[in-house]
């Protein structure tokens, strides 16, 4: 992940332990950073126990209480959604985190129980305990990252979370093409376009996203396919049929694009746009 390293090697030091005449300072120096530590330490939980603490912003608060009690601080985060989800637009992501975790403890548990040789009927009642909770996180966590893409927010982390929890996501595959997209990788984001289509070949939206980036890259020909295909399932569309007339002019394809002006007519005559399609 932090791409490839090339060491070079330049001399060579043979392998001896130190005395201590060679590390008294260092040593010296540690034991004293380390007494340091300990005294603050001590003395940050002395005053931390006696003070009364009031936190302010209630989302660092949830987080603090979330230090302590993971339950008890995923139920604030999702009261302050409830109550009020302006708060912090990534406010399902912080729940949709939680519950991930909550999924993979259980998950965790699960596994160490049914790696056991043999196991009494209280692991197995556990095991299928086990097994609800880690699907209602899950599904819980799901919900909660889809919550946030909602709220137009396109988080590449959150979105690989969702897409792991969820790898035939639809939402979240659009989502994941539209941000591929825009950090200029076509290729990627067409193909997670066509990875949509053959899920769901009625998704007018994955056609024409994927028609405007064609567009944008001078693929004139997959644009006139993806508009095409979604034009004959939104048949009332008039912006669509301009962009098809754009492409299809691209193309110097004149006849095709003075049919779909002629359909563009019949819908919606007065349509400026249609007038600029027809100059």
Same mark, same amino acid.
């Given at each position: 992940?932090?791409?490839?390293?090339?060491?070079?090697?330049?001399?060579?030091?043979q392998?001896?332990?130190?005395?201590?005449?060679?590390?008294?300072?260092?040593?010296?120096?540690?034991?004293?950073?380390?007494?340091?530590?300990?005294?603050?330490?001590?003395?940050?939980?002395?005053?931390?126990?006696?003070?009364?603490?009031?936190?302010?912003?209630?989302?660092?608060?949830?987080?603090?209480?979330?230090?302590?009690?993971?339950?008890?601080?995923?139920?604030?985060?999702?009261?302050?959604?409830?109550?009020?989800?302006?708060?912090?637009?990534?406010?399902?992501?912080?729940?949709?985190q939680?519950?991930?975790?909550?999924?993979?403890a259980a %998950?965790?548990?699960?596994?160490? $129980?049914?790696d =056991?040789? !043999?196991r009494? #009927? @209280?692991? %197995?009642?556990?095991?299928?305990? $086990?097994?609800? =909770?880690? !699907?209602a996180? #899950? @599904?819980?966590?799901i919900?909660?990252?889809?919550?946030l893409l909602?709220?137009?927010?396109?988080? @590449?982390?959150?979105?690989?979370?969702?897409?792991?929890?969820?790898?035939?996501?639809?939402?979240?595959?659009?989502?994941?093409?539209?941000?591929?997209?825009?950090?200029?990788?076509?290729?990627?984001?067409?193909?997670?376009?066509a990875s949509?289509?053959?899920?769901?070949?009625?998704?007018?939206?994955?056609?024409?996203?994927?028609?405007?980036?064609a567009?944008?890259?001078?693929?004139?020909?997959?644009?006139?396919?993806?508009?095409e295909?979604?034009a004959?399932?939104?048949?009332?569309?008039?912006?669509?049929?301009?962009?098809?007339?754009?492409?299809?002019?691209?193309?110097?394809?004149?006849?095709g694009a003075?049919?779909v002006?002629?359909?563009?007519r019949?819908?919606?005559?007065?349509?400026?746009?249609?007038?600029v399609?027809?100059?």
């Amino acid at each position: 992940s932090y791409g490839y390293h090339i060491i070079r090697v330049l001399e060579h030091k043979q392998a001896h332990t130190a005395t201590l005449a060679e590390v008294r300072d260092q040593v010296v120096r540690d034991v004293t950073a380390e007494n340091e530590s300990a005294r603050a330490d001590d003395w940050y939980r002395g005053v931390r126990a006696t003070a009364d603490v009031v936190v302010g912003p209630p989302v660092v608060n949830a987080f603090m209480i979330q230090e302590s009690d993971s339950d008890k601080g995923l139920a604030e985060f999702e009261r302050l959604y409830a109550e009020r989800k302006d708060l912090d637009v990534y406010l399902p992501y912080y729940i949709g985190q939680l519950y991930e975790a909550k999924a993979n403890a259980a %998950e965790s548990e699960r596994t160490k $129980l049914e790696d =056991l040789d !043999a196991r009494t #009927a @209280e692991q %197995e009642t556990r095991i299928s305990d $086990l097994k609800a =909770l880690e !699907a209602a996180s #899950a @599904e819980r966590a799901i919900a909660a990252y889809e919550a946030l893409l909602k709220n137009d927010v396109s988080d @590449e982390v959150a979105l690989t979370r969702l897409l792991a929890l969820e790898p035939g996501n639809l939402d979240g595959m659009l989502a994941m093409a539209q941000l591929l997209a825009e950090q200029g990788d076509s290729n990627a984001a067409q193909a997670q376009y066509a990875s949509i289509l053959e899920a769901n070949p009625q998704s007018t939206a994955a056609m024409i996203a994927s028609g405007d980036l064609a567009q944008k890259d001078a693929d004139y020909a997959l644009a006139k396919q993806r508009f095409e295909e979604a034009a004959k399932l939104l048949p009332g569309d008039v912006g669509l049929r301009i962009k098809l007339v754009n492409v299809l002019l691209a193309l110097d394809d004149t006849t095709g694009a003075e049919t779909v002006v002629q359909a563009i007519r019949q819908i919606d005559p007065s349509n400026a746009r249609l007038l600029v399609a027809e100059g």
